[in-house]
């Protein structure tokens, strides 16, 4: 069983930056892919970034070039960096995890087994 706990979400103004953290439970987290995904109101949940367990990151288009991922496996943490944020990108961003999936695409949510709470992120214009 692996617990996620999401923080760093919070209020910024559009062009501003925030740096989610996604902390696990459990001793084999370099074992697990790690996602982020995001819900904004009256939405379907979104993919958003992803980190394979060898390392191997996927982005999503509204995101590239403005999103960063990346793990501590020493600290059994996963980051989302957020720069140049947008109003759209205003929603409530949930960490997942899945260990070591033997197939299908990290970018679809019913791969993930394990999800966080959710962390509210809100970019004013």
């Known amino acids: 069983q692996v617990q996620l706990v999401e923080s760093g979400g919070g209020l910024v103004q559009a062009g501003g930056s925030l740096r989610l953290s996604c902390a696990a439970s459990?001793?084999?987290?370099?074992?697990?892919?790690m996602g982020w995904f995001r819900q904004a109101l009256g939405k379907e949940r979104e993919f958003v970034v992803a980190s394979s367990w060898t390392g191997s990151t996927y982005y999503a288009d509204s995101v590239k070039g403005r999103f960063t991922i990346s793990r501590d496996n020493a600290k059994n943490t996963v980051y989302l960096q957020m720069n140049s944020l947008k109003p759209e990108d205003t929603a409530v961003y949930y960490c997942?995890?899945?260990?070591?999936?033997?197939?299908?695409?990290?970018?679809?949510?019913?791969?993930?087994?394990?999800w966080g709470q959710g962390t509210q992120v809100t970019v004013s214009s």
């Open positions: 997942a995890a899945v260990y070591r999936p033997l197939g299908g695409s990290l970018m679809v949510e019913t791969l993930y087994d394990y």
């Open positions: 459990g001793r084999t987290f370099s074992s697990y892919a």
